[in-house]
């Protein structure tokens, strides 16, 4: 995966969300593995060194290269909101998902008022 994301970052300008085949894969394959744990950006070594995966930060802009903006669904507080991201919580049904689970909207554009009071769009 590693020398598919390096040359596909290396043509980035050629990557959209009509991208397919082996590209997106290795995108979501190294995606799934950030999520779960499994792949780390940076990985401790020893005391005070890191090694920086530097092929699964590119995987991560990438990402958002091949996925467009679309209304996610409890985004903010309850309230939709337009992400390239799906929430951790999609699809775990709205009385979970109405509960924010992370720093509260910054950067998210709410449609509506937030119903959580520490909402803050």
């Known amino acids: 995966m590693k020398t598919l994301i390096e040359a596909a970052f290396d ?3 050629n990557i959209g969300v009509d991208t397919q085949g082996d590209v997106r894969d290795a ?3 190294t995606l799934e593995a ?3 744990g499994s792949l780390r950006v940076a990985e401790r070594e020893g005391v ?3 090694r920086v995966n530097q092929w699964a930060k590119k995987a991560v802009l990438l990402g ?9 669904d409890g985004a903010c507080g309850g309230a939709p909101g337009w992400d390239k991201v799906r929430l951790k919580t999609h699809g775990w049904g709205r009385s979970v998902s109405a ?6 909207c910054q ?3 709410c449609a509506t ?5 520490r909402a803050s769009c």
């Open 11 to 13: 043509d980035r300008d």
């Open 27 to 29: 995108v979501n394959a």
């Open 34 to 36: 950030l999520d779960n």
């Open 48 to 50: 005070g060194q890191w």
């Open 64 to 72: 958002f290269r091949l996925n467009d903006m679309a209304v996610m």
């Open 99 to 104: 509960k924010p689970v992370s720093a509260p």
């Open 107 to 109: 950067g998210r554009s």
């Open 113 to 117: 008022q937030p119903t959580s009071p």
